[in-house]
């Protein structure tokens, strides 16, 4: 009678695995709390400042003062600069937080289509996305910073987006059709990165060379478009790396600067993050090989998988978190924030992935065999994944924050501070601290008893206040 439970169960669910309506579905389903906290999301701390800055200096003098007196972020400033806030909309703002899930989805789902290399967004495109979808969405080290803060979301998470079109469309570029189109969109994607922040500009250098490397290895040529994109990345790389306000801002921080100590510390770093992550991939990607063997096999004269080439790829994946550590050890002395660890987790998914590929692709061109998990094995995984994941993941948090009630409390205290701002203009302003704080979408509140606090200064300014204070902390 259980076996016959279990042989029933377990071929409705291998038929539903094989239908990309299902696939579709998980989709909507993994995104729906994400989704829908977008509607209880609200602006704080440098969302303000860039408004404001650019509202007393005029825009483009703003930018150009933030590239002489603090970041040479140029694309990541004129982005911020042109907020919906700079017209007062704060559902615009909601918006971009929206857009930001859903670039990261089809980002990832257009990946998965090159790797695969496949025509079509077919059922194993689409289960494979949401295979890494979930594990960005479920174990990022920052949901908040990622998505719901504009300011984190904006000069990293879209630069993650640009990061993985960019090396999609390198991916694909070999074929003919739309060729100077992709190139033309590589182009402007590679200013893009270099100019949205530090981490991801040495990170996208280093993956450009890096896939040069790849091309040569299995094809023994280097197609000329890489030359110009390795140009045109650093030059938009030296423009962020010579602006006279990195020097202003390197003096907030006190690092030693020792390249040798840096080097060890983001390697440590980068091998307790491996630790930390590589489990829940692997048993992920172990649960979706069927899918991933249906990779589409370019002949062996094309492009040749060689053993040395899978030998040396995890060194690779190891040297994108070295890569992503070092400036801020060599820096500021101590780890990154979790919105660039972010940057790191989301190259480590893709790097990962693409590896799953080679080594797939590597068996078949080789003997032609398709390696299987037996069905019971599939299962033991399935629970291990689970007793992992299910309770410390941000899916739990989002989908409690909603719940609870958490996210819409928020919502109304917020929107009865906008109420009470409005109504007294000009004047000074004393905020109650919040009575609750949905973990998923909140980011920071202003400064307890110090009107003079940057954060209270820059929301002062937005609302036309005299004065902004808090009567406690937010807890």
């Known amino acids: 009678m259980l076996f016959s439970f279990y042989h029933a169960t377990a071929s409705k669910l291998s038929f539903l695995a094989n239908k990309k309506f299902f696939w579709w579905v998980m989709f909507a389903a993994l995104l729906f709390p994400f989704v829908i906290l977008v509607m209880y999301n609200h602006p704080s701390a440098d969302d303000y400042c860039y408004v404001v800055d650019a509202a007393i200096r005029g825009f483009w003098q703003s930018q150009w ?34 857009m930001l899930l859903l670039l990261t989805v089809v980002s990832c789902l257009f990946f998965i289509k090159a790797l695969l290399n496949k025509k079509t967004l077919d059922v194993s495109v689409v289960a494979v996305s949401f295979c890494m979808v979930l594990l960005y969405l479920f174990k990022m080290p920052s949901l908040t910073e990622g998505f719901y803060w504009l300011a984190g979301g904006i000069t990293y998470q879209l630069a993650n987006i640009a990061t993985l079109v960019t090396v999609t469309l390198l991916l694909t570029m070999r074929r003919a059709e739309n060729y100077k189109w992709k190139l033309a969109a590589a182009v402007f994607l590679c200013i893009m990165i270099c100019g949205a922040n530090e981490t991801s500009m040495l990170e996208f250098l280093y993956i450009l060379v890096a896939l040069m490397a790849f091309e040569y290895a299995s094809t023994c040529s280097i197609p000329k478009h890489y030359y110009l994109l390795l140009f045109v990345s650093l030059v938009a790389a030296s423009i962020i790396l010579v602006a006279p306000g990195n020097a202003v801002r390197a003096a907030y921080f006190q690092g030693e600067k020792n390249i040798l100590k840096a080097t060890l510390m983001a390697a440590t770093s980068g091998f307790h993050r491996i630790e930390f992550w590589f489990f829940d991939v692997l048993v992920l990607l172990v649960l979706f090989l069927p899918f991933l063997k249906q990779v589409e096999i370019s002949s062996p004269a ?63 061109q080789r003997s032609g065999a398709s390696i299987a998990i037996p069905l019971f094995a599939q299962w033991i995984l399935f629970f291990m994944l689970f007793r992992s994941m299910a309770p410390h993941t941000h899916y739990h948090t989002a989908t409690l924050d909603l719940v609870s009630g958490r996210a819409k409390t928020y919502d109304l205290e917020m929107e009865m501070r906008y109420l009470e701002v409005r109504k007294h203009e000009n004047e000074d302003v004393v905020f109650k601290p919040l009575t609750v704080i949905p973990t998923s979408i909140f980011f920071v509140d202003i400064e307890a008893e110090h009107p003079e606090d940057w954060k209270n200064l820059c929301t002062r300014d937005y609302f036309h206040l005299k004065s902004l204070n808090l009567t406690k902390a937010t807890e």
């Not at 590239?67 to 559902?91: D, E, H, K, M």
Request: glycine letters at 8%; hydrophobic letters at 50%; proline letters at 6%.
């Open 302 to 364: 094309e492009r040749k998988i060689k053993p040395l080439l899978l030998f040396l790829y995890p060194l690779f994946i190891f040297g994108i978190l070295i890569v992503g550590y070092f400036p801020a050890f060599w820096s500021i002395g101590f780890e990154p924030p979790s919105r660039t660890v972010n940057v790191l987790y989301f190259l480590f998914l893709g790097s990962c992935f693409h590896y799953a590929v080679l080594c797939v692709t590597y068996v078949r």
């Open 65 to 98: 003062s933030t590239y002489q007196t603090w970041s040479g972020r140029y694309i990541s400033t004129f982005l911020l600069v042109s907020s919906p806030l700079a017209i007062g909309s704060f559902f615009g703002y909601k918006l971009i937080s929206l």
